[in-house]
């Protein structure tokens, strides 16, 4: 190969790993002046851990994709109102590395794509559902729900979302129709695919892919700051829509 082709694509990925410590830096500033200021503001007995992640996703019922490895961070562990929460960036990654059929001894290097990545919540109100229930976005995600879909007369709530339920009845009495329009906002602000599940023993689990998660972005202080407590406003009005 050239000189002179290697000299370019040594630059290149030298600008590239600039770009990346650029952005890594300015994330642990904002993790490390703005986001602890955001999260006092809205809960009480903050606990943050930039580098940690909610590790019970298998209990929350929600559709996921397959996935080989997951990775997170910017978790929150907190308190509001009274209830226990817990929020997270999360990412799931498929192995797509390649090996040679005609020598599977070589060894390339780890190879993935992402397949889900947003935000991931869990609030803990403490006090029993009389029903378990989720609500998960049409399209790739709904199609990993294999029960059938509750039959809902709010206009526009079967076209967003497919609803699944264990007790007809106490559906009824618990998603009503005003939460159902509020989870319809909320699936008009959340910049993302919003899904949740509610569950009897009164844990609600929240996501939203957005290949965001928690607090990335980039801009002045202020910008920051009112970014990051919006997105706080959002995960609290989704705990709100089933607070007892």
């Known amino acids: 190969m050239p000189y002179g082709m290697l000299f ?8 590239g790993w600039l770009h990346s410590s650029r952005k890594e830096a300015a994330r642990q500033d904002a993790d490390r002046r703005i986001v602890p200021v ?7 007995e903050v606990q943050f851990a930039p580098n940690g992640r909610i590790t019970c996703f298998g209990e ?13 961070g910017e978790h929150v562990r907190a308190k509001y109102r009274g209830y226990e929460v817990e929020l997270c960036s999360i990412e799931l990654d498929r192995d797509v590395s390649y090996t040679d059929p005609d020598d599977p001894t070589v060894v390339n290097a780890p190879s993935y794509d992402t397949v889900y990545a947003g935000l991931w919540g869990i609030c803990r109100y403490g006090t029993p559902m009389p029903v378990s229930l ?6 790739k995600l709904g199609q ?32 009503t129709e005003e939460k159902c329009r509020k989870l319809l906002a909320l699936a ?21 892919e957005n290949n965001k998660g928690l607090f990335k972005g980039s ?5 920051l700051r009112e970014k990051f407590a919006r997105q706080l406003k959002w995960c609290t009005d989704v705990m709100d829509v089933f607070a007892p």
């Open 8 to 15: 370019v694509i040594a630059v290149v990925l030298l600008l």
């Open 38 to 44: 955001v999260l006092d503001a809205v809960f009480q």
């Open 60 to 72: 929350s019922g929600l559709p996921l994709p397959q996935y080989d490895r997951m990775t997170g």
């Open 134 to 139: 989720t609500f998960t976005p049409r399209g």
């Open 144 to 175: 990993l729900v294999r029960s059938a879909s509750v039959q809902n007369p709010v206009d526009g709530f079967e076209q967003q979302f497919k609803l699944t339920a264990d007790d007809d009845t106490a559906r009824n009495v618990c998603l």
């Open 188 to 208: 008009g602000t959340a910049e993302g695919s919003f899904s949740g599940s509610l569950h009897r023993d009164g844990t609600l689990y929240f996501a939203v």
């Open 219 to 223: 801009g002045s202080d202020d910008v």
